[in-house]
């Protein structure tokens, strides 16, 4: 038997390829797998630093930062306190 092991780059554009290639079920183990290699304070200062670069790269990019985590987070959480939603 041989072994084969080699290194490839993931670029931004792969990855979120991939990722949009997930279920919501996949997507949501990939967010807890986020969160156990870098913590909840880890995570804050990546969103803010990845919210700075978003902001110089271009309007799309913020949009699809801004929609994905904290809009979506605070929508569907105002619709499970009034009972709407889960």
């Known amino acids: ?6 290194s490839v780059k ?3 554009e792969m990855l979120a390829d991939e990722f949009w290639k997930m279920k919501s ?6 967010y807890q797998e986020l969160f156990k290699l870098a913590g909840s304070q880890k995570l804050v200062l990546q969103g803010l630093e990845i919210r700075e670069e978003c902001k110089k ?10 929609y994905l ?3 979506s987070f605070q929508f ?3 619709f499970e306190r009034k009972g709407m939603w889960g």
């Open 1 to 6: 038997m041989m072994k084969l092991c080699a």
């Open 10 to 12: 993931i670029t931004p």
């Open 25 to 30: 079920d996949e997507q949501a183990v990939f």
């Open 57 to 66: 790269l271009s309007s799309e990019s913020i949009d699809g930062f801004q």
């Open 69 to 71: 985590s904290s809009c």
């Open 76 to 78: 569907f959480e105002s």
